[in-house]
């Protein structure tokens, strides 16, 4: 089994699309929560969002490409280029005719679908742009790093709402791992900031009015946010022998099933997914330092949650440090997984916990220590990313540090 | 007591009990009312009545309408609710 190293990281965040300036934001708790723009709000009852803001395509892409691009594809494959230019890797033919890409995503190409949509239901027009299947299908996005990248390997989409992005990254590890690949470009991608899926998920009923607060009493609900992590993963021994910088080493990976509730997160399938993950790991629950959460700013996650991590690390939970990294980038959904696993290995690589934004007030059924507001400087050996996504779908993958 | 009556029917139907279990004093949360019945049962009556619920799952069981918190716990306390929305659309229709 190959050791699996992660070498390369390139986000398109809320708070910034340079791997400084997203980390700087999130030790700092500076949120990208903010007034929706660019889009109708009338029909609206929140009108917040963590939306990347500042990301013009034309700075990336010639106008030929862009017709072929939603921007939940535009994320993804910006992100996969700084990651590849991050892991300073050059791919050779060679490589690229082996190399993964493996993406997760939740809803597809959602702005192609709203504007559609609007111009049939609303303006009555007669046809629609030729490309818009190819812009709007849930493969786009990792089709389109492929094209981008010269990828030829195994490349597909995962998607498990808001467990994709985490699952596609412990899948791309898997692979690296048992040898099936030398080297991956995965994370996550999302772009459903639409005034259709706005107003689905108004219907939930959980979007916060004001701002999103983790594991906090006065919580209020989630905010939906955007944006997209891609990595590098390949095996450590090819890491070390071409000198590429080495954020963190991946160590293992869980999943698990509910079958239980359709929306609300069960304790138990849960902490089966943590424990998988650490046994895979080989890492006991009392070598694990820090825990980014899944941390969604509900009343249902943050309970459970807190719940499933009592379960899975029984009495070393007392010195666990835990923290939400939502309160400044949303809930992105597909791309969630894939921004939190990039502050954890951040973490690791920078030895310091990013705090949990926006935390005002304890809540007695959130009882562990959710590094408020402040970030710590603390020695992490291991680290563990969560994600637990609608249809009680579970991933977490733990990371070693490098 | 119309409103009463459409919103028992209309908790009932959506929790599938019979309707002579829900006194005004019955709690949603007795009868096993979860967030997802909750959430369609508040979409039941939205539609049924043509009025927005300002209800939010974080927000528990509490509803703020015009700045006042309002209980949203009974069937009474539902009925109530849904009879200061209807008298606020009233005013504003009679007044627009």
Same mark, same amino acid.
Request: proline share 4%.
């Given at each position: 089994?190959?050791?699996?190293?992660?070498?390369?990281?390139?986000?398109?965040?809320?708070?910034?699309?340079?791997?400084?300036?997203?980390?700087?934001?999130?030790?700092?708790?500076?949120?990208?929560?903010?007034?929706?723009?660019?889009?109708?709000?009338? !029909?609206?009852?929140?009108?917040?969002?963590?939306?990347?803001?500042?990301?013009?395509?034309?700075?990336?892409?010639?106008?030929?490409?862009?017709?072929?691009?939603?921007?939940?594809?535009?994320?993804?494959?910006?992100?996969?280029?700084?990651?590849?230019?991050?892991?300073?890797?050059?791919?050779?033919?060679?490589?690229?005719?082996?190399?993964?890409?493996?993406?997760?995503?939740?809803?597809?190409?959602?702005?192609?679908?709203?504007?559609?949509?609007?111009?049939?239901?609303?303006?009555?027009?007669?046809?629609?742009?030729?490309?818009?299947?190819?812009?709007?299908?849930?493969?786009?996005?990792?089709?389109?790093?492929?094209?981008?990248?010269?990828?030829?390997?195994?490349?597909?989409?995962?998607?498990? #709402?808001?467990?994709?992005?985490?699952?596609?990254?412990?899948?791309?590890?898997?692979?690296?791992?048992?040898?099936?690949?030398?080297?991956?470009?995965?994370?996550?991608?999302?772009?459903?900031?639409?005034?259709?899926?706005?107003?689905?998920?108004?219907?939930?009923?959980?979007?916060?009015?004001?701002?999103?607060?983790?594991?906090?009493?006065?919580?209020?609900?989630?905010?939906?946010?955007?944006?997209?992590?891609?990595?590098?993963?390949?095996?450590?021994?090819? #890491?070390?022998?071409?000198?590429?910088?080495?954020?963190?080493?991946?160590?293992?990976?869980?999943?698990?099933?509910?079958?239980?509730?359709?929306?609300?997160?069960?304790?138990?399938?849960?902490?089966?997914?943590?424990?998988?993950?650490?046994?895979?790991?080989?890492?006991?629950?009392?070598?694990?330092?820090?825990?980014?959460?899944?941390?969604?700013?509900?009343?249902?996650?943050?309970?459970?949650?807190?719940?499933?991590?009592?379960?899975?690390?029984? #009495?070393?939970?007392?010195? !666990?440090?835990?923290?939400?990294?939502?309160?400044?980038?949303?809930?992105?959904?597909?791309?969630?997984?894939?921004?939190?696993?990039?502050?954890?290995? %951040? #973490?690791?690589?920078?030895?310091?916990?990013?705090?949990?934004?926006?935390?005002?007030?304890?809540?007695?059924?959130?009882? %562990?220590?959710?590094?408020?507001?402040?970030?710590?400087?603390?020695?992490?050996?291991?680290?563990?990313?969560?994600?637990?996504?609608?249809?009680?779908?579970?991933?977490?993958?733990? !990371?070693?540090?490098? | 007591?119309?409103?009463?009556?459409?919103?028992?029917?209309?908790?009932?139907?959506? =929790?599938?009990?019979?309707?002579?279990? =829900?006194?005004?004093?019955?709690?949603?949360?007795?009868?096993?009312?979860?967030?997802?019945?909750?959430?369609?049962?508040?979409?039941?009556?939205?539609?049924?009545?043509?009025?927005?619920?300002?209800?939010?799952?974080?927000?528990?069981?509490? &509803?703020?309408?015009?700045?006042?918190?309002?209980?949203?716990?009974?069937?009474?306390? &539902?009925?109530?609710?849904?009879?200061? =929305?209807?008298?606020?659309?009233?005013?504003?229709?009679?007044?627009?």
């Amino acid at each position: 089994m190959n050791r699996v190293v992660v070498t390369g990281i390139g986000v398109v965040s809320p708070i910034g699309s340079s791997r400084d300036a997203f980390w700087s934001a999130l030790v700092e708790a500076r949120s990208g929560i903010g007034p929706i723009e660019g889009i109708p709000t009338d !029909l609206f009852t929140t009108r917040i969002a963590a939306q990347v803001r500042d990301f013009d395509p034309s700075r990336h892409f010639d106008s030929k490409r862009l017709a072929l691009l939603d921007r939940f594809a535009q994320f993804a494959v910006v992100a996969a280029r700084a990651a590849v230019a991050d892991a300073q890797l050059e791919l050779t033919e060679e490589m690229a005719l082996q190399a993964a890409a493996i993406v997760g995503n939740a809803t597809g190409g959602q702005n192609s679908v709203d504007d559609g949509y609007y111009k049939v239901y609303w303006q009555k027009s007669p046809r629609l742009h030729p490309l818009i299947i190819p812009r709007l299908m849930s493969n786009a996005a990792v089709s389109q790093v492929s094209m981008d990248l010269g990828i030829k390997g195994p490349t597909f989409t995962i998607a498990s #709402a808001c467990s994709s992005g985490t699952h596609a990254i412990g899948q791309a590890f898997q692979m690296v791992r048992t040898g099936q690949v030398p080297i991956a470009l995965t994370g996550g991608t999302e772009a459903c900031l639409t005034v259709g899926t706005i107003k689905c998920w108004e219907a939930l009923r959980v979007l916060s009015a004001d701002t999103c607060r983790p594991f906090s009493k006065t919580r209020s609900g989630l905010v939906l946010g955007e944006g997209a992590a891609m990595f590098v993963l390949e095996t450590r021994e090819h #890491a070390m022998a071409r000198g590429a910088p080495i954020y963190a080493e991946l160590l293992g990976f869980g999943m698990s099933a509910d079958a239980d509730d359709i929306t609300a997160i069960n304790p138990d399938g849960a902490a089966r997914a943590m424990r998988s993950a650490l046994t895979d790991a080989k890492v006991n629950p009392e070598d694990v330092d820090y825990v980014n959460a899944h941390g969604t700013g509900t009343a249902l996650n943050d309970k459970g949650e807190t719940a499933a991590l009592r379960i899975a690390f029984g #009495a070393s939970a007392e010195h !666990l440090a835990v923290s939400s990294s939502k309160g400044v980038l949303g809930h992105s959904l597909g791309a969630a997984g894939a921004l939190e696993f990039a502050a954890t290995a %951040l #973490a690791l690589h920078h030895q310091t916990m990013p705090p949990t934004a926006n935390f005002e007030e304890r809540d007695p059924d959130c009882d %562990l220590d959710y590094v408020p507001n402040t970030a710590r400087n603390a020695p992490i050996q291991n680290a563990m990313s969560s994600s637990f996504a609608f249809g009680g779908l579970n991933a977490v993958l733990v !990371l070693g540090r490098a | 007591m119309e409103v009463t009556d459409d919103v028992r029917s209309i908790i009932a139907q959506s =929790l599938k009990i019979p309707v002579e279990r =829900l006194t005004p004093d019955t709690r949603l949360d007795e009868l096993g009312a979860e967030s997802l019945d909750v959430i369609e049962i508040v979409f039941g009556l939205e539609e049924k009545f043509d009025i927005s619920i300002p209800f939010k799952a974080d927000e528990g069981t509490r &509803v703020t309408i015009s700045g006042e918190e309002m209980e949203f716990s009974t069937v009474s306390d &539902v009925a109530n609710i849904v009879q200061r =929305l209807l008298a606020a659309k009233a005013k504003t229709k009679a007044s627009g």
